[in-house]
């Protein structure tokens, strides 16, 4: 049998829910489910990854209210350092990565590559069949890690994706 992608790294530890933070001492990081009170932690660590465009207070509200049990976040004991948010498709078949934020003092510390992993490992677990996400197609750093995880490309850019001059690079995983 095959090792997935996310299997062979050497950068994951024993535990699926910790993980060892360099810069932050030797305090540890939990990854977890969301809670309502992780709500304005979640906006802060959203405007921190996307400052141009964060989502606004109640789309946020309302992904928490309709889709709580698949967002997964990143904790340290004093604050929220990332999330990913996922939502398949009603038949189950596909599910979509639709964020995946980290702040930007932690990125380049692998913490993205822990919360894809994770949402990997539930979505296997479910059978879902494939995973879709967009991606902006000048961000390297998330294209490498995509890529990485075994996301290809084939379909290229989809141009004015988001409307006009807001192309994104569509990825896809068959699990």
Same mark, same amino acid.
């Given at each position: ?18 993980a ?9 990081l ?6 309502e ?41 004093e604050?929220l ?19 995946l934020? &980290?702040?930007?003092?932690?990125? #380049?510390?692998?913490?993205? *590559?822990? =919360? /894809?992993?994770? !949402? +990997? ?9 494939q ?25 290229? &850019?989809?141009?004015?994706?988001? #409307?006009?001059?807001e192309? *994104?690079? =569509? /990825?896809?995983? !068959? +699990?």
């Amino acid at each position: 049998m095959a090792a997935f992608p996310e299997e062979r790294s050497s950068s994951l530890g024993r535990r699926a829910d910790r993980a060892f933070l360099a810069d932050r001492g030797d305090r540890h990081l939990t990854l977890r489910g969301i809670t309502e009170a992780d709500l304005p932690e979640l906006l802060r660590v959203d405007r921190e990854a996307f400052p141009g465009e964060p989502y606004p207070v109640f789309v946020v509200r309302q992904l928490y209210d309709i889709h709580g049990d698949r967002i997964l976040v990143l904790d340290d004991g004093e604050e929220l350092l990332g999330y990913i948010l996922f939502v398949n498709t009603s038949d189950g078949y596909v599910s979509w990565i639709m964020s995946l934020a &980290v702040t930007p003092h932690q990125q #380049g510390h692998g913490l993205g *590559r822990r =919360l /894809m992993v994770e !949402a +990997l490992r539930r979505l296997r677990a479910e059978r879902v069949h494939q995973v879709r996400l967009t991606v902006e197609p000048t961000n390297a750093a998330a294209i490498m890690l995509y890529r990485s995880l075994g996301f290809s490309s084939e379909e290229g &850019v989809q141009r004015d994706y988001f #409307g006009p001059d807001e192309h *994104r690079l =569509l /990825m896809t995983l !068959a +699990l």
